[in-house]
T-cell receptor, first 114, second 118 residues
């Protein structure tokens, strides 16, 4: 158990809908990362937050947004869903103890868009 | 451009034998970190081992060791005494410039599927 929690574990929805994925980082970690894992593109970095502020953006679609709340949990919002958004979405957290700064992953949310 | 290459889509190993999973990387940075993660069929992503670019010794964590050859830009994972539970996907990942601000994103290889035979 990495200490990172994600809910829900599975999500099945229809095209055009909107969903929210939730993540709680490990106790004490200020950084949260979101990754998408799909069969055709592998693991892709979406976005990073540090202590409530956005720090880095990857290949995140405009239909996707995220935020980190004062209690450090984070939510990833996916809207106008398309079939191609079906993927495993991971949240990871880390402290900033350079140089290792290992990212620990949650169990993931498997999103299926029908 | 930063890139991680894992050239072995699939590997087989006999139980109790050692196996090496290959990883090469491309970066222009002098300062970077290399990670290996394991993803079993259940889907979670499990951190295994880390190697910093300035580390002089190869990293080891139990049965896992990292064969780090900086000049060749390779960071191969060695699993000794394979167990049935080692059957999984293994991903190599790189983080660049940990000293350059707080952008800590990981760049991933496509993974190697390891099957341990009894």
């Amino acid at each position: 158990d990495s200490g990172v929690t994600q809910t829900p574990k599975h999500l099945i929805t229809a095209t055009g809908q909107r969903v929210t994925l939730r993540c709680s980082p490990r106790s004490g970690d200020l950084s949260v990362y979101w990754y998408q894992q799909s069969l055709d593109q592998g693991l892709q970095f979406l976005i990073q937050y540090y202590n409530g502020e956005e720090r880095a953006k990857g290949n995140i679609l405009e239909r996707f947004s995220a935020q980190q709340f004062p209690d450090l949990h984070s939510e990833l919002n996916l809207s106008s869903l398309e079939l191609g958004d079906s993927a495993l979405y991971f949240c990871a957290s880390s402290g900033l103890a350079a140089p290792t700064d290992t990212q620990y992953f949650g169990p993931g949310t498997r999103l299926t868009v029908l | 451009a930063q890139k991680i290459t894992q050239t072995q889509p699939g590997m087989f190993v006999q139980e109790k034998e050692a196996v090496t999973l290959d990883c090469t990387y491309d970066t222009s940075d002098q300062s970077y970190g290399l990670f290996w993660y394991k993803q079993p069929s259940s889907g979670e992503m499990i951190f295994l081992i880390y190697q910093g670019s300035y580390d002089e010794q190869n990293a080891t964590e139990g049965r896992y060791s990292l064969n780090f050859q900086k000049a060749r830009k390779s960071a191969n994972l060695v699993i000794s005494a394979s167990q049935l539970g080692d059957s999984a996907m293994y991903f190599c990942a790189m983080r660049e410039s940990f000293q350059a601000g707080n952008n800590r994103k990981l760049i991933w290889g496509l993974g190697t599927s390891l099957a341990v035979n009894p």
